[in-house]
Structure formats: structure tokens, C-alpha cells
């Protein structure tokens, strides 16, 4: 399709059907694009901005350094009866009990034989802690994969969820009584032809997934920006069982990088930065960007962990564009154009309209710019 300042192309191979669309009365399919300029302008070259295009250039990044990235989301988010948020699909004060998951069950599990249907595979669904909020964990994947099972899910929830009178948001937190939404991104390391873990090494994280987290925890203030991408992300962070700091720790839920570190196979990394806001594309990308720093300049993490003194991670949206931009070495791997793009929107689209907004009055602009859209 020719449009005046991009082509967008489908991707080959990414047409898959959407069972509950049109309450399954016809037969309704999607597919994955990727924008690319005009032929007439840079002779038709893909857009660096463009996000899938983003996270597929630092995985062919990773690909010449012998490596592969096996990833999958936790992706959270909140479901409510009314369309001003204040009113939650359950109020959370009995959690993970049998009797509210009778009660969820019919959303739960149209959600995921939906998905299901549509290739997109979910490994486990539950409500979690706080009023309207569930939890569906994607199953791991190879390269972008991860990312496009996010993004299928993320709309599959809006549209069922609407379907049923209902509203879905996977704003970062979607209303003073409720608890926040992150969107937790578990990945690790593998051969080429992905037969052998290479973060694990006789028992612990090997020398490879140290380097890759100096790496994250080297570049976490900036890392914030497009992992925690709204105002709005920032009513999450430096709260209980959020990131406060750029550190790691062993199954510590309170720290940026929390190491899961079983058998072979069994061993990754959790960045726990993302909100439930954020692109999938861009945190893969921006992760896999840190990582590959860690990994060249051989930025070994084994001292940082469990860092009280850790660099502290940006409070406010406007500190992280300014991380972001002042971190060189990720702006490079990223692009010059993406960051350029992002900090300008981000900064014209948003911080400047809660600037100049009062603090008692904040919160209900970003109800409006977030909670229906995101």
C-alpha cells in the first residue's frame, strides 16, 4: 500500500486468522507490517523507526556474533466494567483463589482458545495482584517471534474484552485504587541452531550471561525509556517489587534484571523495567542493543549484584528521554532517526501537555491520553 510518507509491506508469512473477530460470523484474518520510505526517497529503504524493523536489525546484530535470542512476555493488564475505569472486572482482594477464577474463567479461556487459534501460544493465565488485573505468560520464542506474539496479544485482549462490554487497558496504571501493570520480558542466549544454552554454565549464570548483563545494568537508565515509554509508567517504578535501581539479582522480584538460573534451558533473564505500555518491539530491541554492549566490551556483571548503590533508574519520563540521549553508545546501536523520533513525539505528544497541567488534575490527562489506547 503507497502512502505519501511511507509504503507499508506486509510480512510474508504472518497472515494468521482472528477467530473472534465479528463474533465469528466471517472468516477475518491480520497481518504484520513493516514500513519502508517512498521508492522515490532513499530508494525505498526500510524505515530504522519503523519498531519490528528495530528489534530485526539488533537480532541480525546478535546473529554475526554467533548467537540467537530466546525470549517470551508476561504481559499484564487491566480489565474493567466501565469505560471510566472505576469500576474493575474484581475487586483483586482474593487472589489466585478458585472461586474468582470461576468467575474469569469465561474471559480467560475465550482469550486464550482465541489465541490459540491464531497461533499465538499461551503458556499460563491467572488474575494477579490488585482490582481487574490478569496475567497471561507467552510461551519463549526464537528471534521475533517473542514481539509478535506480544503485539497479536495486546489487541486479541482489546478486541475480545470489547466484545464482551468490557474494557481492557495495559496502561501502566489505569486508576488510583489499582495496582500497576509491567510487562516483563524473559530471554536468553542460544547457539545458532538453538540446541545449547549459553547463559548456563555448570550450575550458574555462565561468563556469556554476565557480560550480558553488565551490559543491561550498564545502559538501564536509558533501557527506561523505551521500556517504561508513558507518563504514566513512572506511578510504577520505584514502588513495592518495581525497579528503583539499574541492578540484577538472583530470583530477587525488586531488582531491574532478576536471573532465573536452573538446568540447561532452564536459565534467563527478566527484565523487569517494561511496563505494560511499552512496545514489544522496542524493548527487544533496546534489550538485545544493551546486551550486545555487554557482551563486546566483555562488561562483567558479577560485582553488581544486588547493588544498593546502582545507578538509580529515571523517575520521571522526561529523565529517561535525557538517559536515553546522553547514552551514546545505545543511541548508536538504536539509530539515530529512532531515538531523534521517539524523544520528539514523546516530548511534544505528552510531557509537554502534563507540564502544563496541574498535579491534582495529572492524572485524569493521563487517563485520556493512555487508557483507551494503550
Given at each position: 500500500m503507497l502512502g505519501g510518507n511511507a509504503t507499508v509491506c506486509p510480512v510474508l508469512g504472518s497472515l494468521h486468522s482472528l477467530p473472534w473477530a465479528a463474533e465469528g460470523q466471517f472468516r477475518v484474518g491480520q497481518l504484520l507490517c513493516e514500513t519502508f520510505w517512498?521508492?522515490?526517497?532513499?530508494?525505498?529503504?526500510?524505515q530504522s523507526v519503523c519498531p519490528r524493523y528495530a528489534a530485526r536489525r539488533q537480532l541480525s546484530r546478535l546473529g554475526e556474533l554467533g548467537y540467537r535470542l530466546k525470549s517470551g512476555f508476561e504481559a499484564e493488564f487491566a480489565v474493567f466494567r466501565t469505560a471510566d475505569g472505576a469500576t474493575p472486572l474484581f475487586d483483586g482482594r482474593d487472589l489466585y483463589t478458585g472461586q474468582l477464577l470461576a468467575a474469569v474463567e469465561p474471559l480467560l479461556y475465550a482469550l486464550e482458545i482465541g489465541l490459540a487459534a491464531s497461533g499465538v501460544d499461551v503458556l499460563t493465565l491467572q488474575t494477579?495482584?490488585?482490582?481487574?488485573?490478569?496475567?497471561?505468560a507467552?510461551?519463549?520464542a526464537f528471534d521475533v517471534a517473542a514481539a509478535d506474539a506480544m503485539f497479536r496479544l495486546r489487541e486479541a485482549v482489546k478486541e475480545v474484552c470489547s466484545s464482551r462490554g468490557l474494557f481492557a487497558t495495559f496502561m501502566a496504571k489505569p486508576a488510583e485504587s489499582t495496582r500497576t501493570a509491567g510487562m516483563h520480558f524473559n530471554h536468553s542466549l542460544w547457539s545458532p541452531d538453538t540446541k545449547h544454552d549459553q547463559f548456563y554454565a555448570d550450575g550458574r549464570m555462565s561468563d556469556v550471561g554476565l557480560r550480558w548483563l553488565g551490559g543491561l545494568v550498564s545502559h538501564g537508565p536509558a533501557l527506561t525509556a523505551l521500556c517504561a515509554p508513558t507518563v504514566n509508567c513512572y506511578r510504577r517504578l520505584h514502588r513495592l517489587a518495581t525497579p528503583t535501581r539499574a541492578d540484577w539479582g538472583i530470583d530477587n522480584r525488586s531488582r531491574a534484571f532478576r536471573v532465573q538460573c536452573g538446568a540447561a534451558g532452564a536459565t534467563f533473564v527478566e527484565n523487569r523495567i517494561a511496563s505494560g505500555s511499552a512496545n514489544p518491539y522496542l524493548v527487544l530491541a533496546a534489550t538485545v542493543a544493551a546486551g550486545i554492549d555487554g557482551l563486546l566490551t566483555g562488561s562483567d556483571a558479577a560485582d553488581r549484584r544486588d547493588n544498593n548503590e546502582a545507578q538509580v533508574l529515571p523517575k520521571t519520563l522526561d529523565e529517561a528521554l535525557i538517559a536515553l540521549q546522553s547514552d551514546s553508545v545505545l543511541a548508536d546501536a538504536l539509530g539515530a532517526e529512532l531515538v531523534d523520533w521517539f524523544v520528539r513525539v514523546k516530548r511534544e505528544t505528552?510531557?509537554?501537555?502534563?507540564?502544563?497541567?496541574?498535579?491534582?488534575d495529572a492524572f485524569a490527562v493521563e487517563r485520556e491520553l493512555y487508557f483507551k489506547f494503550l
Open positions: 517512498p521508492r522515490h526517497y532513499l530508494d525505498g529503504a526500510a494477579e495482584c490488585g482490582p481487574g488485573l490478569i496475567e497471561l507467552l510461551a519463549p505528552e510531557t509537554a501537555r502534563i507540564d502544563n497541567t496541574d498535579e491534582s
